[in-house]
């Protein structure tokens, strides 16, 4: 019993390391939905810049439009292309800004991308650490399923040995009389 003691304690602490294993498993899985989930959002902000992008582009080339009217027209028009021509580049400030966003938003899914791979190679190396100590249980159980088998044959040999000497101490005892 006492060796079998150690042998228990040790599959105590493969049980109990491999439920700690499969609660960081469980926890990489969510973390990496999370970054899924944030992957996707930046995904949709971004078609939302492109779709004000595109707008914005559109209206640039209306307000071109106007401008070229109002050189047809008069010279009267000239202040209103002039206030037309000042709105497009505030357009196109905004059109580079969002730009300048959407490739930070890029930036941020690939960063988010390399640590959901890290995640994954990590919950690998769990589980192959997982399948680790699952062999070791499993040659901990059959070296005690040995144990007990040398043990069985043990307490054979010690009764039979103890049959021989009642035996003996029979016989002996039958001789001096």
């Known amino acids: 019993m006492d060796q079998q003691t150690p042998i228990l304690q040790k599959i105590d602490e493969a049980v109990a390391l491999i439920k700690l294993l499969h609660q960081d498993k469980d926890e990489a899985i969510a973390q990496s ?30 307000f071109k439009q106007d401008k070229d009217e109002a050189i047809a027209q008069s010279q009267t028009f000239k202040q209103e292309k002039d206030e037309a021509s000042a709105q497009s580049q505030m357009l196109k400030q905004e059109k580079d800004e969002a730009i300048a966003q959407s490739q930070m938003l890029k930036q941020e899914k ?4 390399a ?6 190679q990590e919950k690998d190396e769990a589980i192959a650490q997982s399948q ?23 307490k054979g040999l010690m009764a039979l040995t103890e049959s021989k000497l009642d035996e003996i101490l029979v016989m002996g005892s039958a001789s001096t009389n």
Not at 38 to 54: N, P, Y
Not at 115 to 120: G, R
Request: no cysteine; glycine share 0%; aromatic share 4%.
């Open 132 to 154: 680790m100590l699952r062999r070791e249980k499993d040659e901990a159980i059959a070296q005690s399923q040995t144990f007990k088998q040398e043990n069985e044959q043990l």
């Open 33 to 62: 939905q999370m970054f899924k989930q944030d992957k996707d959002e930046a995904i949709a902000q971004s078609q939302t810049f492109k779709q004000d992008k595109d707008e914005a582009i559109a209206q640039s080339q209306m």
């Open 115 to 120: 640590q959901s791979q890290m995640l994954k």
């Open 110 to 113: 690939d960063e988010a991308i």
